[in-house]
């Protein structure tokens, strides 16, 4: 909260909240608000227990040449916050402050994200660099928070070891076109009704659509990319459902002559007016050009698709984790709203390096791998 009433002090001056997290988390920075009348040289991260122990610290923030706006400053380490427990939590300026007058209602709850609240119990000043022990509803504190909560995290056990997933989700390889030809790629097709170009099929626009010539069966839609690629999945969205493709199939070339079959699809009744499908396939080869070619439709007058999408494969990787360590469980460890599937195949394999030996201004990085459960056929060092 920020309050436009001010006035300055020029000695040391700590102010913090009392705070408590529904939830444990690890705190990394805090944002401080630099007002217009700001004297202080720097501003510098605390947190206290309520022993009045100092637990989390950080490098001073310079102020003396920076614009009103927040600021963020950050602790020399991540400190760990214990759930429901309360904690003072501020700053303390080296030389003078802007301090806002106005009143503050205590106790406070604030929902900050999904099952984790803060609640703000009073304010606390003190002249020195040491935990504040005045209570000061009567001043008011910008600050914000960087944390991760450890109930958001979980790793994967698999005799006596753990390990990470992760999935890099598939993308439209095609551009928003706005022609056949731009931004990139060519599109082409059987035939056009009207205004319905082939190129709208790949314009995001659910609006629009390419839609054949009184044609009902034998009609095709290609794209060319610019290199191969490769390509596992493919979306169609239709806004009338007698135009769909009923029996489709989709088809890569490297020379648009021969067209290999990827995918077929029979009896495609069940589509619902402006909701996609998607449809997955396995191809482990490149092309540059992939045809969507529909064998008939679903009893319309010809046939028509509004928005046509054509997607790479999702890489699924795996961590290895040596240790469980605190740090390393919150670095690597996946979030609770990961969706992983344990059935598909492991593009990517990693492994957490801990230990390590002097080597003259170097280190040695020494990792065990059985080749005979993991083969290698690729190794790179980043």
Same mark, same amino acid.
């Given at each position: ?8 002090t #020029? #000695?040391?001056?700590?102010l ?9 988390v ?16 720097t ?13 989390? @610290? ?13 600021y ?16 003072l ?11 806002g ?12 994200? +999904? ?6 119990? /009073? ?34 056990? @698999? ?7 992760f ?6 390889? $095609?551009?928003?076109?706005? #022609? ?5 790629? +060519?599109?082409?097709?059987? /035939? ?5 170009s ?16 009184s ?11 610019? @290199?191969?690629?490769?390509?596992? /999945? ?14 489709? &199939? ?21 589509? $619902?007016?402006?909701?996609? &499908? ?26 028509r ?8 494969? +999702? +890489?699924?990787?795996?961590? @290895? ?23 598909g ?22 990792q065990?791998i059985?080749?005979?459960?993991t ?8």
């Open positions: 909260m920020v309050n436009n009433q001010w006035s300055t #020029t #000695t040391p001056l700590t913090t909240m009392k705070l408590k997290f529904s939830k444990a690890l705190l990394s920075s805090l944002y401080w608000y630099r007002g217009t009348t700001n004297t202080s040289p501003v510098t991260p605390r947190v206290y227990n309520v022993n009045g122990q100092l637990i989390g @610290s950080g490098i001073g923030l310079s102020e003396a040449t920076r614009v009103v706006g927040w963020r400053v950050d602790f020399s380490a991540p400190v760990k916050l214990e759930a429901n427990a309360e904690y939590i501020g700053f303390h300026f080296l030389n003078g402050v802007p301090i007058s106005g009143n503050t209602p205590t106790p406070t709850v604030f929902q900050i994200s +999904e099952g984790l609240s803060l609640t703000y119990n /009073s304010m606390y000043s003190g002249t020195t660099d040491i935990m504040p022990t005045t209570v000061n509803n009567n001043v008011l504190l910008s600050i914000g928070f960087d944390y991760i909560t450890y109930s958001n995290k979980f790793l994967i056990s @698999s005799e006596d070891k753990y390990y990470s997933l999935a890099k989700e598939s993308v439209n390889q $095609i551009p928003k076109m706005t #022609t056949n030809n731009l931004p990139s790629g +060519e599109v082409l097709s059987s /035939s056009t009704y009207a205004t319905a082939e190129w709208k099929v790949f314009d995001r626009d659910l609006t629009t659509f390419w839609q054949t010539n044609i009902i069966s034998n009609q095709w839609l290609r794209y060319k990319f610019v @290199s191969p690629i490769n390509i596992t /999945s493919y979306t169609m969205t239709n806004d009338s459902i007698t135009l769909a493709p009923k029996n489709f &199939k989709l088809q890569g070339s490297n020379d648009d002559q021969t067209y290999i079959d990827l995918d077929i699809r029979t009896n495609i009744t069940d589509w $619902i007016a402006g909701s996609k &499908k998607i449809f997955t396939f396995t191809n482990q080869s490149t092309f540059i050009y992939y045809r969507l070619f529909v064998d008939s439709n679903n009893g319309g007058s010809s046939i698709v509004n928005e046509f999408e054509l997607l790479n494969k +999702e +890489e699924n990787s795996r961590i @290895s984790i040596p240790v469980k360590n605190e740090s390393v469980f919150l670095k690597y460890g996946m979030n609770k709203s990961s969706t992983i599937s344990l059935w195949n492991i593009d990517k394999e990693s492994a957490v390096v801990n230990s390590t030996e002097p080597l003259g201004s170097g280190k040695v990085f020494k065990k059985d080749t005979t459960k083969p290698i056929k690729k190794a790179s060092i980043t």
